[in-house]
């Protein structure tokens, strides 16, 4: 199983960047998947996450309302619409697998199996 996330940068505040995860995963769909990242010195945290269907997705309050989480079943990838980016969204951002046909929730990262190596978002003032 590989997650392969991408599209992290630099951008100044204000901007929109999009983030992918592509995922090897044999049933994508059966997967929820979530968004997590991780600031210097701080723990990682959650930041959206999406079911298999597409249908329900679910957001941290810190990104409610700027950041839209999607997925294309199809293409096997998660997708991460960042837009109004601030300068607290810096931070290294993982996506996740919670498991193959698990159907229940979680806000943990304790509780997503598989993981991605992460890609940087660096947004500038």
């Known amino acids: 199983v590989q997650l392969q996330a991408s599209g992290g940068g630099l951008v100044q505040a204000g901007g929109s960047l999009r983030l992918s995860c592509t995922a090897s995963l044999r049933t994508f769909s059966g997967h929820i998947m979530g968004w997590f990242r991780q600031a210097p010195g701080k723990r990682r945290s959650f930041v959206a996450g999406i079911d298999g269907s597409g249908d329900s997705t679910k957001y941290s309050d810190s990104v409610k309302g700027r950041f839209t989480v999607s997925r294309d079943n199809g293409r096997n990838t998660l997708y991460l619409q960042m837009n109004s980016l601030q300068t607290d969204d810096t931070a290294v951002y993982f996506c996740?697998?919670?498991?193959?046909?698990?159907?229940?929730?979680?806000?943990?990262?304790?509780?997503?199996?598989?993981w991605g190596q992460g890609t940087e978002l660096t947004v500038s003032s």
């Open positions: 996740a697998a919670r498991g193959a046909r698990i159907t229940v929730f979680s806000y943990s990262s304790e509780n997503y199996a598989f």
